[in-house]
């Protein structure tokens, strides 16, 4: 698929299954996801008074949960679909949070912000669904203040047997049965693992990171790493 057509076709799956996303997620992974973002959210060590932009932020629960760590920081939530952030707005409204989380409509890939105005810049599954994930992290990097953080969750590859295959099995041909019985989505759901077949895996993620010149590059693989975490720091010597 050319990138294109890949941005469109991700654009409609989202749009699509956007009311089913919140308890899909927790179906589809045995509601592994909740401590993956917990761990997460545990390294970053967020301050008090942080700022941070949640790109691809969907329903925004790692946007809530940035605004709920930083206290008073300014968070943005970015996404390309209308339907994932007014679920998203539904969550920022109910908890108050209206002065803290600005949510804005826009595309990963070209970041409306100027260089360094974010301490952390997050991308949470999401980073598999865009074009050129090289392009994504760059903005992030461009985006962050020097010896902010650039912050990646995301589906990984497992790499031991027996234990790859089952997974695989489940995740090609199980899930999107899920998909298609639980949400009336078959397509979208068999996107899923398609969308992990071109994808580095936990080490070629980590050394792109570097290559972009981010520093200090942690990964974490989950669950025998069918997840991984990245996170990077910016170099403070940058103009
Ligand atoms: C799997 S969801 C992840 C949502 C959320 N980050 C989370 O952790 O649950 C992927 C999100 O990325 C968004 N997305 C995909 N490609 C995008 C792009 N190029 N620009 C902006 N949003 C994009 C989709 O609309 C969708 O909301």
Not at 81 to 86: E, T
Not at 109 to 119: V, Y
Request: hydrophobic content about 40%.
């Amino acid at each position: 698929m050319d990138p294109k057509s890949k941005e469109q076709f991700v654009h409609s799956v989202f749009e699509s299954i956007a009311p089913k996303y919140d308890m899909m997620n927790d179906l589809i992974s045995f509601r592994r996801h909740k401590a993956w973002r917990k761990f997460t959210m545990q390294k970053m060590e967020m301050p008090q008074g942080a700022t941070a932009i949640d790109i691809c932020c969907g329903t925004c629960d790692w946007t809530i949960s940035m605004a709920e760590a930083s206290g008073s920081g300014e968070i943005v939530g970015l996404d390309f679909s209308a339907n994932m952030l007014d679920i998203g707005q539904h969550k920022v409204d109910n908890r108050s949070m209206n002065q803290q989380i600005k949510l804005v409509q826009g595309n990963a890939m070209a970041l409306p912000f100027e260089d360094n105005c974010f301490d952390y810049a997050t991308i949470g599954f999401a980073l598999r669904n865009v074009p050129d994930l090289v392009q994504v992290l760059k903005e992030m990097e461009r985006v962050v203040k020097p010896g902010g953080q650039v912050v990646c969750l995301e589906l990984s590859k497992p790499s031991w047997q027996p234990f790859k295959s089952i997974y695989y099995f489940y995740f090609q041909k199980v899930m999107p049965l899920i998909g298609k019985v639980i949400a009336k989505r078959y397509d979208q759901y068999k996107w899923l693992p398609e969308s992990l077949v071109n994808f580095p895996d936990i080490n070629r993620l980590a050394q792109i990171y570097r290559e972009i010149g981010l520093r200090h590059v942690q990964a974490y693989p989950f669950m025998g790493g069918i997840a991984a975490l990245h996170i990077g720091t910016k170099g403070s010597d940058r103009p």
